[in-house]
């Protein structure tokens, strides 16, 4: 197999270089993702690429699994396998692609990072310096307060807010349900401040609760530049974004409340298996109190 294999696979990556054009950087990857597995048939004994089947790509994962690799990584070399052995079909070399059916394993879902209430005081009680900070406060008051994604929040129009009531409406959020969301009280007294600027930035015909300095509604990268600004402001080490004030809102009020349908609501996740990552976050921070806390669980301080 060595040399006849050797060479279609060198021919696949020329191709690949020069007909479809990929970047060396890809062209690298896979050669090196492709020589590897070339190795590994060699020393399972076969002969051709023909002789391939799905259970020795399964076995090769494993192997690349047990290494050490990523989810990721084991997805990009499935994807230079799937290629190589799909040219081969291609080219009348081969009747099957033994790579097409086989999977990564998934990745554990990352939990998401969120901000604590003394990073999120530190944020809100900033002072605004001037008025489009008016704005921002009230942004991310709003985020904070009722746990809107970045499109809801741009996409609110004026009224959609009803400040008496302490009321929010979000039209068409994902899933293109509506939901009506409570307003908290230092949210509603940003709001207020902003509603006073606004009236004097806003174009005649704008019907957006938030416009930037031309009186035309935010884009949502406009916010996230914002924020951005915010942070660096704040000299936080972490990066913030929008989403991440939303993550606190949930994550806070699910360990203040412990009603995780409560929760469920008020983000409109259609899952309760979407909001439950919120259940770890909270047993994360429980256990890493209890490691600190407890007698028998507390490192023995150094003498």
Not at 231 to 244: E, M, V, Y
């Amino acid at each position: 197999m060595e040399e006849e294999a050797h060479r279609q696979l060198d021919d696949f990556l020329r191709r690949l270089r020069d007909e479809r054009r990929a970047s060396n950087h890809t062209v690298v990857s896979y050669r090196r993702d492709l020589e590897r597995w070339f190795a590994f048939c060699v020393a399972q004994g076969l002969n051709t690429w023909s002789a391939v089947r799905p259970q020795q790509v399964r076995a090769y994962v494993a192997e690349r699994h047990r290494a050490g690799l990523s989810s990721r990584s084991l997805a990009r070399v499935l994807s230079a396998l799937r290629g190589f052995h799909a040219d081969l079909v291609k080219r009348g070399l081969t009747a099957d692609n033994p790579a097409r059916g086989v999977r990564a394993p998934k990745a554990p879902k990352a939990l998401p990072r969120v901000l604590d209430v003394d990073q999120i005081a530190s944020l809100l009680d900033t002072p605004a310096e001037q008025a489009l900070d008016v704005r921002d406060l009230a942004m991310w008051e709003l985020f904070y307060s009722s746990g809107l994604r970045l499109s809801e929040l741009v996409g609110l129009d004026r009224h959609d807010i009803d400040l008496r009531e302490r009321l929010a409406r979000v039209r068409h959020g994902k899933g293109g349900k509506d939901r009506v969301l409570p307003i908290g009280r230092k949210a509603c007294a940003a709001l207020e401040r902003w509603l006073d600027e606004r009236a004097v930035r806003a174009a005649p015909e704008e019907a957006a609760l938030f416009v930037g300095s031309r009186g035309r509604r935010l884009s949502p990268r406009a916010v996230q530049l914002r924020l951005e600004q915010w942070r660096k402001r704040r000299a936080f080490d972490q990066r913030l974004h929008p989403h991440l004030l939303r993550h606190s809102f949930a994550s806070h009020l699910l360990e203040g409340s412990g009603d995780l349908r409560a929760v469920q609501e008020l983000l409109g996740h259609s899952q309760i298996s979407t909001t439950q990552i919120y259940t770890h976050l909270d047993f994360q921070r429980l256990a890493a109190v209890y490691d600190q806390a407890h007698p028998r669980a507390r490192k023995k301080q150094e003498t």
